[in-house]
């Protein structure tokens, strides 16, 4: 219930190019759902976060589309840059009982621009 | 200006070792957190302190303890460590209203040999 699905594991495009990260959720009362992008040798970096009743938000080249009834949201960057090489999360905010809000990340996805 | 800061960055020890890391934010936030990445890069939390109160304790061996001082520190203790420990270990903050947003520290990696 508190999983989030994250795919593809690695993914490769071209200088231009768009990049899609998709994930996918089973528990329906997560609130948000945001994106972090982690460098080399950094922590991770929150880079967009969209509310479950808004189908897109678009911010600069990055474009999160959320499709509520089948429980899925992707990423999208547009124009893929070599300095967009990262590895970008998926996440998921519920909240519990006992501990409150927690964060529920996917498995990442290791993006490589090439030039 | 350094937002999420944590020390040391490299840790190598011996199993069996005490080893503490610490974390500091000038944020503000009322809330951190320590995350354990592995070495797929998955993220998973540890624990979570909200007014130095303990909110989040996932399912970690007691090895582990978690001290916060005051609502801008927040340490981690590790007891006999195992070579499974070996990991990258997060800091991170946020306000507890606005938890999605996460800041994160550089984080420390620990080598257990």
């Known amino acids: 219930q508190q999983q989030v699905k994250q795919s593809p594991q690695s993914l490769i495009v071209q200088k231009g190019g768009i990049s899609i990260i998709n994930c996918a959720y089973e528990?329906?009362?997560?609130?948000?759902f945001p994106w972090y992008q982690q460098f080399p040798g950094k922590g991770p970096a929150l880079l967009i976060a969209?509310?479950?009743?808004?189908s897109e938000k678009k911010e600069g080249r990055f474009t999160i589309s959320f499709n509520k009834s089948a429980k899925q949201f992707s990423l999208h960057i547009m124009d893929s840059q070599p300095g967009d090489s990262a590895t970008y999360f998926c996440?998921?905010?519920?909240?519990?009982?006992?501990?409150?809000?927690?964060?529920?990340f996917g498995e990442g996805t290791q993006l490589t621009v090439n030039p | 200006d350094t937002a999420v800061s944590q020390t040391p960055k490299y840790l190598v020890t011996q199993m069996g070792n005490d080893k503490s890391i610490k974390c500091e934010q000038n944020?503000?936030?009322?809330?951190m957190y320590w995350y354990k990445q592995d070495s797929k890069k998955f993220l998973k939390i540890m624990f979570s302190?909200?007014?130095?109160?303990?909110?989040i304790n996932e399912t970690v061996p007691n090895r582990f303890s978690p001290k916060s001082p005051d609502k801008a520190h927040l340490n981690l203790h590790i007891n006999s460590l195992e070579l499974g420990d070996s990991a990258v270990y997060f800091c991170?903050?946020?306000?507890?209203?606005?938890?999605?947003?996460?800041?994160f520290g550089p984080g420390t990696r620990l080598t257990v040999t």
């Open positions: 991170a903050s946020s306000q507890r209203t606005i938890s999605y947003e996460q800041y």
């Open positions: 528990n329906t009362a997560f609130d948000y």
């Open positions: 969209i509310r479950p009743d808004v």
């Open positions: 996440a998921a905010r519920g909240f519990l009982k006992t501990s409150g809000s927690r964060l529920t």
């Open positions: 944020l503000g936030h009322d809330t």
């Open positions: 302190y909200n007014n130095k109160e303990l909110i």
